[in-house]
C-alpha cells in the first residue's frame, strides 16, 4: 500500500512538474523523439541485434560446453557416491580421494558460475559499446533537426501522453537509415581474477 501511496504521490509531482514546465515553454518549441523505436525499427538496430545474437549463441555454447563437462563430472561422483552409500562404507576419512574430488568439483562449479556472470556483464559492455556509436550519430542528426525546425526542447515520447504534429521519430528513423546501416560489433572481453 505504501508502494501504490508513493507511486501516486510521484506521479502526481511528476504531472505539476510537467504543467509548470508547459507554461514555461509555452512560447518554445518543442519536438518529440521515440528513441526505442529508432533503434528497434532503424537498419543499423536491427543489424546490431543480429550481431548481438550471434555473439550470444557463442557465449552460450561456450559455457554449454564447459557446463556439460561439469555435469558429466558431477554425475560420475554422484554414482560413485552412491555405489559406496549403497555399501555402507562412506567414510571420507577412509577415501580422502573423494573429499578431494568434491572439493575440486565445488570449486570447477564455482568458477562456472563466474564465468557466466562475466559472460552476461561482456555481453551487456559489447550492446553499450555497440549502441554508443549510433547514439553519436543520433546526437548529430537531431542537432540538424533542431536547427531545421528552431527547436528549443527535444522530449522522449516516452515522457509524454500525445505529440503527433511535433513528432520527428520518422525524419530521425529516416536520416539514421540513410547515414549508418551497421555498425561493427565486437565482442568486449572483460578482465578475468584469478582463482
Do not use: W
Not at 130 to 146: F, H, S
Amino acid at each position: 500500500m505504501k508502494l501504490m501511496s508513493k507511486f501516486y504521490r510521484g506521479t502526481i509531482a511528476a504531472i505539476a512538474t510537467l504543467v509548470i514546465s508547459v507554461g514555461a515553454y509555452a512560447q518554445s518549441t518543442i519536438l518529440v523523439l521515440d528513441q526505442k523505436r529508432v533503434i528497434k525499427e532503424s537498419t543499423v538496430g536491427q543489424h546490431i541485434e543480429s550481431q548481438l545474437d550471434t555473439i550470444a549463441q557463442t557465449m552460450a555454447a561456450e559455457l554449454k560446453s564447459s557446463s556439460s563437462t561439469l555435469q558429466s563430472e558431477a554425475n560420475t561422483l554422484k554414482s560413485e557416491m552412491e555405489a559406496l552409500s549403497a555399501a555402507g562404507t562412506v567414510d571420507f576419512s577412509t577415501r580422502p580421494d573423494l573429499q578431494s574430488r568434491l572439493t575440486t568439483l565445488a570449486g570447477k562449479s564455482q568458477k562456472q558460475q563466474y564465468e557466466a556472470a562475466m559472460k552476461e556483464r561482456e555481453l551487456a559492455k559489447t550492446e553499450y559499446v555497440a549502441y554508443q556509436k549510433v547514439r553519436e550519430q543520433l546526437r548529430g542528426i537531431l542537432q540538424q533537426v533542431v536547427l531545421e525546425r528552431n527547436a528549443d526542447v527535444v522530449i522522449d515520447r516516452s515522457a509524454i501522453i500525445y505529440g503527433k504534429p511535433a513528432d520527428i521519430t520518422d525524419v530521425v528513423l529516416s536520416r539514421l537509415n540513410s547515414q549508418m546501416t551497421s555498425v561493427q560489433v565486437t565482442r568486449e572481453h572483460l578482465p578475468r581474477q584469478a582463482q
